[in-house]
């Protein structure tokens, strides 16, 4: 790739999408294979790619958009003032949430095109989020913290833990952290310019 960003799995975990040169683009890591899946389109707050290759992204500036995997016609999905960023679709493959500027909280959407609920008000700043089955990851005050999730009831299910601290966040929420379906959490804890390494850990 060439000058990529904001990189993200596909549910079956044979493909990475990315953002470059003003597009939307997949690569196989099996062989290589790049290809475009949507022009004139740019992010700065994540995107998400469920099993029915669906892909949600933040397209700037606005809210989020939708589009096919295999390509095909960019839509809206979410609706508002302000910027939705960092979407994460849960366990459904139908349902997502992501974090609104405007309101600084995690809105609960779905692919048909429910009412967006609120779920809760970060007290400080948005940061990007994760989903794990049964928990959502997210930052507040340089610490990563997981909250209980219940995926038949759509809500949260408990009090936040604190996991780690050190994880800054930048820019529009971004923070460096990403954890898999198994439970392997992956972390870079220092601000934008200082060296360091990266670090990882079993969490789940």
């Known amino acids: 790739t ?3 960003s904001t990189p993200f799995w596909s549910s079956d975990s044979q493909w990475i999408g990315f953002f470059a040169a ?3 683009k997949k690569v196989r890591i099996s062989s290589g294979l790049t290809q475009v899946i949507a022009t004139n ?9 469920n099993a029915d290759n669906v892909i949600v992204f933040q397209a700037w500036p606005g809210g989020l958009s939708r589009v096919s995997a295999q390509g095909g016609q960019v839509t809206p999905v979410t609706t ?6 960092w979407p994460q679709f849960l366990g459904d493959g139908q349902h997502f949430i992501y974090a609104d ?16 609920r609120t779920l809760m008000t970060f007290p400080v700043r948005i940061s990007s989020l994760a989903h794990v089955p049964g928990y959502v990851l997210f930052v507040q005050d340089g610490s990563l913290f997981a909250r209980p999730f219940d995926e038949t009831r759509l809500e949260f299910s408990g009090d936040t833990m604190r996991l780690l ?3 800054p966040v930048t820019g529009p929420g971004r923070a460096s952290f990403s954890v898999s379906a198994s439970g392997v959490l992956a972390y870079w804890p220092y601000p934008a310019g200082v060296a360091g390494g990266a670090a990882k850990k079993e969490w789940g």
Do not use: C, K, M
């Open 22 to 24: 003003n597009s939307l």
């Open 165 to 167: 601290d050190g994880v």
């Open 80 to 85: 508002g003032e302000g910027v939705q960023f």
């Open 101 to 116: 500027s405007i309101s600084r909280s995690i809105h609960l959407a779905s692919l048909l095109n429910d009412r967006p």
């Open 41 to 49: 389109v740019q992010t700065r707050g994540g995107a998400a790619w």
């Open 2 to 4: 060439d000058r990529a």
